[in-house]
């Protein structure tokens, strides 16, 4: 694990090799150019460069990274490609950068899943058909932030500005190129919901996001994030004036990952607040939280149960 300056172009904000729904999984952060857009409960784009990062400095930091993790490469099944944006976003991050990252990535001999996060306005069939050219091994999958199904929690709480009709054309766009999804939902998306309410609103996020991806014949995994109070974002001013918010309760956010990992759903709880979370605004705070708990949370995101009580 590590995390370059951002104002260092030649290295990236963040790299770690992981364990992902029992795959061994590289994430990368890329320092590009920040995101476009300024959701309110994300306060990543302030950490970002405001500058464009050149093609070669965006390789660069690729290249560090293999270095860096030179005697683990032989293990990794597959490779996320972030860049605390969208990835697939042309003035963030090159689409030629992402097709020569593709080509090296075909030399790892055990890779198979190339991972993009992007919002889904940004997806091109033609980039991911050429990526998939680059490295005829590796599927494709989109990572993008859904948040939730409830339209007034996205436009006035989370500043989403993504409309469910947009989000249906991004599913469109992410069935024609061939590519998988994986979904990001949150857990308490809004500061006065109650616990109760939580549960039942990302239940229902994820069944629409199933319902979608079923009709489109699209593979879905869903991420499903305790909502935290991010340091410096809207969402965390509202958080802080609303004197009944109490964060999610990661026992809720077990139950429900348990549940629809038993109806089929791929699921993997997101876990790292990044080190963004303001003192009292995450699930740790709560008072379920323990370390046996989160050992519980880890163990299902490594596909074995140890649920208490069974």
Not at 4 to 22: E, I, S, Y
Not at 78 to 92: F, P
Not at 168 to 182: F, I, N, P, R, Y
Not at 201 to 215: F, G, H, N, P, T
């Amino acid at each position: 694990m590590s995390e370059g300056c951002p104002q260092d172009t030649r290295k990236p904000r963040f790299f770690l090799h992981r364990t992902f729904l029992g795959e061994q999984d590289l994430l990368i952060i890329f320092n590009t150019k920040r995101c476009r857009h300024n959701c309110y409960f994300c306060s990543l784009p302030s950490i970002s460069s405001p500058l464009s990062v050149p093609e070669n400095d965006i390789l660069a930091q690729f290249e560090y990274v293999l270095d860096e993790l030179k005697h683990s490469l032989s293990v990794l099944d597959r490779i996320t490609i972030s860049n605390n944006g969208s990835v697939l976003d042309k003035e963030t991050m090159p689409s030629e950068a992402l097709i020569r990252i593709a080509k090296c990535i075909k030399e790892i001999r055990r890779i198979r899943t190339i991972v993009l996060e992007s919002r889904l306005e940004f997806v091109d069939c033609l980039v991911i058909r050429n990526m998939k050219q680059a490295d005829p091994r590796s599927a494709v999958n989109v990572l993008t932030g859904f948040e939730t199904l409830d339209a007034n929690i996205r436009d006035k709480i989370l500043g989403k500005r993504e409309p469910l009709e947009a989000f249906e054309a991004g599913l469109d766009k992410v069935a024609k190129s061939g590519a998988d999804l994986t979904a990001f939902v949150l857990f308490k998306p809004s500061p006065i919901m109650d616990d109760t309410a939580a549960y039942a609103e990302a239940e229902a996020s994820i069944e629409y996001l199933v319902r979608q991806c079923d009709r489109r014949d699209i593979d879905l995994t869903v991420r499903l994030n305790p909502m935290y109070a991010a340091i410096n974002s809207k969402w965390a001013e509202m958080a802080l004036a609303t004197p009944e918010y109490r964060p999610p309760r990661l026992t809720d956010t077990l139950k429900l990952a348990i549940a629809k990992s038993k109806e089929g759903v791929r699921i993997y709880i997101g876990l790292s607040t990044e080190d963004q979370d303001l003192e009292g605004g995450s699930y740790k705070y709560r008072e379920d939280y323990s370390r046996e708990l989160l050992k519980e949370a880890i163990l299902f995101n490594n596909g074995k149960y140890l649920i208490r009580g069974s």
